[in-house]
C-alpha cells in the first residue's frame, strides 16, 4: 500500500484523472477536437489510432504545464 500511495503517487494520478476526464480541466476536450478535426474527417487507416492518441498527448503535457 505504500508503495502505491507514497512511492507511486497514486493519489496524484488520480487527481489527473479527475481533472481531465470529469472536466475540470475541460479545455482538454475543447483543445483535443479542435487538433483532431482533420484526422476525424478522413478514413481510418493503419496510422490514425498513432495520430490521435499524439494529439491527445501533446494536449495533456501542455495542459499540465498550466
Known amino acids: 500500500m505504500h508503495l502505491m500511495l507514497k512511492e507511486e503517487k497514486l493519489l496524484d494520478h488520480l487527481q489527473y484523472l479527475k481533472q481531465?476526464?470529469?472536466l475540470e480541466k475541460g479545455e482538454f476536450y475543447q483543445i483535443f477536437i479542435?487538433?483532431?478535426r482533420n484526422?476525424?474527417?478522413l478514413p481510418p487507416n493503419a496510422n490514425t489510432e498513432y495520430d490521435i492518441n499524439?494529439?491527445?498527448c501533446q494536449n495533456v503535457s501542455e495542459l499540465s504545464q498550466d
Open 20 to 22: 481531465y476526464y470529469f
Open 34 to 36: 479542435e487538433e483532431s
Open 54 to 56: 499524439g494529439i491527445a
Open 39 to 41: 484526422f476525424m474527417k
